[in-house]
């Protein structure tokens, strides 16, 4: 079964400051997708990368893919006090027309702090 | 705002008891998956329908089932419940095509005690 990780688990950063969240997933994957959720809330996509070198960007988040290396990053840039929430990656399988099921890691608990 | 919405949003039941989630997807979204988010994790893939028919099945029991109706509307049913069965359960839906994303609802908590 198709197995991803997320590291670090827990991130505490300080406003202004960079970092990058890493997610390894196990076997070749069609899709992979970020989603950030806040506290008792649902599942927001932030974005779908396709393909190998794909980078995507919005606001203070960039999210590369790297399908040899099995490895995505989310990269935050100055980061400011409403980033904090988990952030999750995830990745389909599916390789036909119909979306398949998406596994995913177990979240990096942001927290950005003055 | 996805169009996804879940009802209800908190349900606590006893040990044994059987239990119906349901899901109205966004308009035009052909297919709905169910995830079940056990506190600190990642969700886990419950089952995926594609046009009323099941689409594909992750690790639970057969006491997990699932309908999709042809307004896209779907549920979750659980029979027998477990303590473990305790989590948010979230539906996905989504238009079956290569680019496109999984929308998710807000969820339900579901509490087993």
């Known amino acids: 079964e198709l197995k991803v990780e997320q590291n670090p688990l827990f991130l505490s950063m300080q406003e202004g400051k960079n970092y990058t969240i890493y997610c390894n997933y196990s076997t070749t994957s069609d899709r992979l997708y970020w989603y950030r959720q806040d506290p008792g809330k649902s599942l927001e996509s932030l974005f779908v990368?396709?393909?190998?070198?794909a980078v995507k960007q919005e606001g203070r988040l960039m999210a590369s893919l790297d399908t040899k290396a099995r490895l995505s990053t989310l990269h935050i840039t100055a980061a400011v006090h409403d980033l904090s929430a988990t952030y999750f990656c995830a990745v389909d399988t599916n390789r036909g027309s119909t979306l398949g099921r998406l596994y995913f890691g177990r979240g990096t608990q942001l927290t950005v702090w003055p | 705002e996805t169009g996804v919405t879940q009802s209800p949003t908190h349900l606590i039941k006893t040990r044994g008891q059987q239990v119906t989630l349901r899901c109205s997807s966004q308009s035009g979204h052909n297919t709905v998956s169910w995830y079940q988010q056990a506190l600190g994790q990642g969700p886990q893939f419950i089952f995926q329908y594609y046009r009323e028919e099941e689409n594909g099945r992750g690790n639970f029991p057969p006491r997990f089932s699932g309908l999709q109706f042809p307004n896209y509307s779907s549920e979750l049913n659980v029979n027998a419940l477990e303590l473990d069965d305790s989590a948010l359960y979230l539906c996905a839906s989504s238009w079956a095509g290569w680019t496109d994303t999984q929308y998710f609802g807000p969820g339900t908590r579901l509490t087993v005690l």
């Open positions: 990368l396709l393909s190998n070198g």
